[in-house]
Structure formats: C-alpha cells, structure tokens
C-alpha cells in the first residue's frame, strides 16, 4: 500500500511487496526524442509520457487541493515538482548505456505535466551526466525497474534520433519477446529479485529501447 501511494504522488517508492514486481499496476505511453548536438555530443533525451486514465483520476484526488475536479496551474506544477524529486532515485525512469556500460542522468530543470481529457501527461528532458559523444553502441530506454509501472511505446516512430552526429548512424529500436527473457534468464532473475524487491538492473532486459551504431 505505501508503494501505491507514493506511486500516486511520485510516481516512485521503495517498498513493494514481491508479487506486484511482475504485474504492472500503471500504465503509460511513451515517446523518447534523443537529441545529438552540433558538437556531437548527445545533449539531451526529450521524453513525453501520457498515463492511463485509472492511474491519473488517483493523481487528481491527490493533487486537487481546492477539490473542483481539474487541476490548475499551481497543482500541476507541485505535481510535476513531486516527481522531480523523487524520480531522482529511479533515474527518472531513463536508462543509457554507451558500449554497454552504464550512463546517468542529470536531474531535469522541470518537470511540465498537463491533465488532457482525463489523463496526465508529463513532458521534460534529462541530459547525460557525463560529456557522451555519438560514437560506439548507444542504448536508450525508459523502463520503471520495480516494474510496476509499464511504459510502452505505441509505435517504432516514437523513438527517435535527432541531429547530424546521429544521422549517419544505424537505428534499431529493439522490443525484448518477455517471454524468451525469462526463459533464458530464469535463474539470475529469480535470485534478482529475491535479493532487491525494489527492483534492479536486470529487469533493463525488458525495456523497449533505441539502439544506435555510430
């Protein structure tokens, strides 16, 4: 219950029991920009999520503090200043590798959220917390590691490279078959899971992500 609820407001938590792990409890569409300066360095990842309309009616009980059933502009920005903050731990949700090792991210200026024909959706960019040039192989991908939050892309298009540097690159956007993961990881992911509930690396293999070959 604390996991839900903190979801709700953060949209991150620490304390979900085991059994939620492979069952997604939120829903969201995805679309991921990946931004290579005129330097070409990778500058930036634009994201836009929009939630399912069960998850967003809880965040606008939540956050509708005057209680008229919409959010104004001050609960949409303390909703989207919660996030900022808590999704810190999680990385935002947002995983890059270079070559296969591991990149960070920088914690994003702002987070924007609108509330459209009962859904929320929420817009904002992280950048690389290290100089990244747009050489060797590039992951990226947006993945809940607790998975209890599903992110999905609808389409192939919504991922995508921008810029010169990633012009001449091959693009492969890679959507892992679940159930082959499994099968083929099965020992390391129960042991996995059992050593952090809250969620870990492996669960990456999951994501739908952005390859790019420079």
């Known amino acids: 219950m604390r996991y839900r609820n903190l ?3 953060a949209l991150a938590a620490v304390a979900a029991p085991l059994p939620a792990l492979a069952h997604p409890h939120i829903f969201a569409e995805a ?4 931004i290579a300066g005129d330097d070409g360095m990778i500058s ?6 929009r939630f399912d309309e069960m998850f967003s009616s809880s965040v606008l ?4 503090k005057n209680t008229d059933l919409k959010l104004d502009e001050q609960e949409l920005a303390e909703l989207g200043e919660t996030m900022r903050t808590s999704l810190a731990d999680f990385h935002y949700f947002t995983t890059i590798t270079v070559d296969g090792a591991n990149v960070g991210v920088q914690k994003p200026d702002a987070i924007h959220v609108s509330y459209d024909e ?3 959706l929420v817009f904002f960019a992280v950048k ?7 050489k060797g192989k590039l992951t990226f991908g947006v993945y809940d590691p607790s998975m209890y939050t599903a992110i999905d892309f609808p389409t192939d298009k919504d991922l995508v490279a921008e810029g010169k540097a990633l012009a001449a690159c091959k693009h492969q956007v890679v959507r892992p ?15 996995a899971f059992f050593n952090d509930p809250t969620g870990n ?3 990456k293999l999951f994501a739908t992500r952005l390859e790019v070959t420079c």
């Open 7 to 9: 979801i709700i407001t």
């Open 31 to 34: 679309r991921l920009e990946v």
């Open 44 to 49: 930036e990842l634009r994201n836009v999520w």
């Open 61 to 64: 009980l939540d956050f509708d």
């Open 118 to 120: 009962g859904q929320i």
């Open 128 to 134: 690389p917390e290290k100089p990244m040039p747009a």
């Open 177 to 191: 078959d679940p159930d082959e993961i499994i099968s083929q990881n099965s020992a390391t992911l129960t042991e």
């Open 201 to 203: 690396d492996m669960t």
